[in-house]
């Protein structure tokens, strides 16, 4: 079973930046197409940034100009630069395949944004 493993998350003032990270155990990640999902309190888990085997990116209206999704196959790891960051972005940030999560969730990370 593939375990995921994010982090990066924190506490951060409205415009500011994070970038997030995601390690996989899985021994196929490379071919694996990823995403970045969250969750806000009291809504549905949503899909906010895919990266494809190839490189190809697909972000969330919401998210579009703001986030960035990238990968490092030799590393196993998914990243999530997040630059201009809004309270609406608080949430737990999980990562998994995409556009349809396959593997159990890891513990997510936790972000908030706040003044």
């Known amino acids: 079973q593939v375990q995921l493993v994010e982090s990066g998350g924190g506490l951060v003032r409205p415009g500011g930046s994070l970038r997030l990270s995601c390690v996989s155990s899985g021994s196929t990640f490379s071919i694996n197409n990823m995403g970045w999902y969250r969750q806000a309190p009291g809504k549905q888990r949503e899909l906010v940034a895919s990266?494809?085997?190839?490189?190809?990116?697909n972000y969330a209206d919401s998210v579009k100009g703001r986030f960035t999704i990238s990968r490092d196959n030799a590393k196993n790891t998914v990243y999530l630069q997040m630059n201009s960051l809004k309270p609406e972005d608080t949430a737990v940030y999980y990562c998994?395949?995409?556009?349809?999560?396959?593997?159990?969730w890891g513990q997510g990370t936790q972000v908030t944004v706040s003044s």
């Open positions: 998994n395949a995409a556009p349809r999560a396959v593997w159990n």
């Open positions: 990266i494809t085997s190839a490189g190809r990116t």
